[in-house]
């Protein structure tokens, strides 16, 4: 299974972004092409520990299984998944700005060390669950606007 951890699978992740412009429309979902560049920006910041979200109560209930249901193979995540409330972005913004700054985010992982993150819906993460789920995470945005 592909990770974030691997400089291939970046790389690769990052051609595909560079593909991305603000005429692609998503192909499921509400968002539009600046909003989910937005909203990875922020899932990027969260995982490297730049911000924090509070832990939602149906998480802990189910977000264990629900992890585990992701990452059981290399299947790609299924469309219009539920998302934390501030990962749900309104408005426009500078798009090209956005985009470079997911490209750095993402080149970000080589040193990462985030090794007590706790995801607010998930729960508590291991490195290697933290990399398979942000290349699949990553790879079904991309696919959502036909990248």
Not at 21 to 46: D, F, I, P, R, V
Not at 125 to 133: F, L, N, P, S, V
Request: net charge positive.
């Amino acid at each position: 299974m592909e990770t974030i951890f691997n400089q291939k699978t970046v790389d690769g992740l990052t051609d595909r972004i560079n593909q991305l412009n603000t005429t692609n429309n998503a192909q499921w979902g509400k968002m539009n092409a600046y909003q989910m560049l937005k909203h990875c920006t922020l899932s990027e910041e969260m995982f490297q520990g730049k911000r924090q979200y509070k832990r939602l109560f149906m998480g802990k209930l189910f977000g264990r299984m629900a992890l585990n249901g992701i990452l059981k193979d290399d299947k790609p995540m299924k469309k219009n998944q539920p998302t934390h409330p501030e990962f749900k972005i309104k408005g426009n913004g500078n798009f090209e700005t956005e985009k470079a700054k997911w490209i750095d985010l993402l080149n970000g992982y080589n040193g990462f060390s985030n090794t007590n993150f706790v995801h607010p819906f998930f729960g508590k993460m291991t490195k290697e669950e933290i990399g398979k789920y942000i290349f699949k995470h990553t790879d079904h945005h991309l696919r959502q606007f036909g990248k």
